[in-house]
């Protein structure tokens, strides 16, 4: 049994911890027999457990705690720490683990449900299950995950700047500020809610017009990833969509019509200054079908 699962970007600029797409980088994970102990070879290295403390089997125990342990092969091209939902993937292919051996037949509401408690926020996990877009909200509270999906429809792509460092997600945090001034937090949300109508209609027009404009997370975080501001204004030059950071960065996303993607690509490379970093950049597409499971 194989278990695949696509990479996420998420925020999407003004949807804070709330908006993802699936995006075609995957982790995959094979079932390949029963054992007396858990384990997994990954290409993780030594810093990764390949025990049962490994976060994919840590996630399918707090599931299923009663599992039959198995021997697993993971492998994954989603970068680590670098903004495209790497431990979102583990923990979808835990509960996915979970599933199946478990015969829990889980719905995607549950299953966003896990996803979300163990993730802490449904931005990168939803849409790791489900496949395309997603915008969702989670109540800390009753740990209830309301969220919509839908099919992109539109022939678009993402070009992923993903820079040659790490940046967790708690670093990422750490710049955010603890509090948000109420006329500065209504002009953020009112802004959120135009972005999300315009995703919704596949209104590229307007998506290009308010993408950019996020007030609740970039500009704090900009200072960590100093290239976002360039890759951005190169990038419109060649009549990019837009450009945001990609869930917590260092990974810069272009937006970009497929037609477009090629020409924004090289005069990325031909322009970008040298002395920004090293960087490898990929063109992604969007992955509409979420976690899936392929047994022989």
């Not at 022939?155 to 700047?161: S, T």
């Not at 990422?172 to 603890?178: F, G, N």
Request: charged letters at 20%; proline letters at 6%; aromatic letters at 6%.
């Amino acid at each position: 049994m194989k278990i695949i699962v696509p990479a996420t970007t998420a925020n999407i600029g003004l949807g804070f911890d709330s908006i993802g797409i699936a995006v075609g980088l995957y982790l995959t994970l094979r079932v390949v027999e029963p054992s007396n102990e858990w384990k997994i070879k990954h290409p993780f290295g030594e810093a990764v457990p390949s025990n049962q403390e490994n976060l994919i089997i840590e996630t399918a125990l707090a599931v299923c705690p009663t599992l039959q342990p198995h021997h697993l092969v993971c492998e994954s091209d989603i970068p680590m720490t670098r903004g495209l939902g790497s431990s979102s993937s583990a923990i979808v292919a835990g509960i996915e683990l979970a599933n199946q051996l478990g015969d829990l037949n889980l719905t995607p509401q549950q299953k966003v449900e896990w996803a979300t408690k163990l993730e802490g926020h449904p931005d990168n996990v939803a849409p790791a299950i489900l496949g395309g877009l997603v915008v969702a909200t989670y109540d800390e509270e009753s740990q209830e995950v309301d969220y919509l999906q839908k099919e992109i429809q539109s022939d678009i792509q993402g070009i992923a700047l993903i820079p040659d460092f790490e940046l967790s997600t708690k670093a990422s945090r750490q710049v955010l500020p603890s509090e948000f001034l109420y006329s500065k937090a209504v002009q953020a949300s009112s802004r959120s809610n135009v972005l999300v109508a315009a995703l919704w209609q596949e209104d590229w027009e307007n998506v290009s017009r308010i993408v950019e404009k996020d007030l609740f997370h970039e500009p704090y975080r900009e200072t960590l990833i100093p290239f976002l501001t360039p890759v951005r204004k190169l990038a419109k030059e060649k009549e990019a969509i837009g450009t945001y950071l990609s869930g917590a960065g260092p990974t810069v996303m272009v937006l970009s019509s497929k037609d477009k993607s090629t020409t924004i690509v090289e005069h990325l490379q031909e322009h970008l200054p040298s002395e920004l970093g090293n960087y490898n950049i990929q063109v992604l597409t969007v992955d509409q079908l979420g976690v899936r499971v392929e047994k022989r």
